[in-house]
């Protein structure tokens, strides 16, 4: 990555009130939910089919209950959320360098579930360089995904109260 690309990003996440850690955080999210989704797919739900034997009183408000109706939708959504998350990931993951789409993969994406030591050892580079090129990957994924979390500044609350 050039000089320039890296002052952009570095201007970018000084100039706003960005929580880094809650960044970090929903960042991670996203990817564990893209890993599970591209391991094993949706998980849908069912119906339940055993009925509940307590009695029910309800006036007539003439409301009718269509609970395979929902989760019919709910599936077909929650699958459809889930493949343009999978895209959008990975049209964020063409944005990094081969370093940071290496170390993003071999720390969230991989099957083998590797420590980040071992994959430090493998790439041939120190553990601080591995971290910092983390971190870096990170941020540049969150803004690409718009997964930042910013801080909200309190404004001051003193306000003044005039007798007219």
């Given at each position: ?7 952009v990003?570095h ?37 339940l ?116």
């Open positions: 990555m050039g000089r320039k690309k890296i002052h990003y201007a970018l996440f000084t100039s706003l009130p960005v929580n880094e850690a809650a960044t970090r955080a929903a960042v991670e999210n996203r990817l564990e939910e893209v890993k599970r989704f591209r391991q094993i797919g949706l998980v849908r739900q069912e119906a089919i055993t009925p509940g034997y307590e009695p029910r009183f309800h006036g007539a408000t003439n409301v009718i209950s269509k609970p395979t109706e929902r989760l019919a939708i709910r599936n077909a959504d929650k699958e459809a959320e889930l493949i343009r998350k999978s895209e959008l990931l990975d049209k964020a993951l063409e944005g990094l360098s081969l370093d940071q789409r290496e170390v993003i993969e071999r720390s969230y994406l991989d099957t083998k579930g590797e420590f980040d030591f071992i994959s430090c050892g493998e790439m041939g580079i120190s553990d601080r360089t591995y971290r910092r090129i983390k971190a870096s990957a990170i941020r540049i994924l969150a803004a690409a995904m718009g997964l930042e979390v910013y801080e909200v500044q309190e404004e001051d609350r003193s306000t003044k109260h005039e007798v007219g």
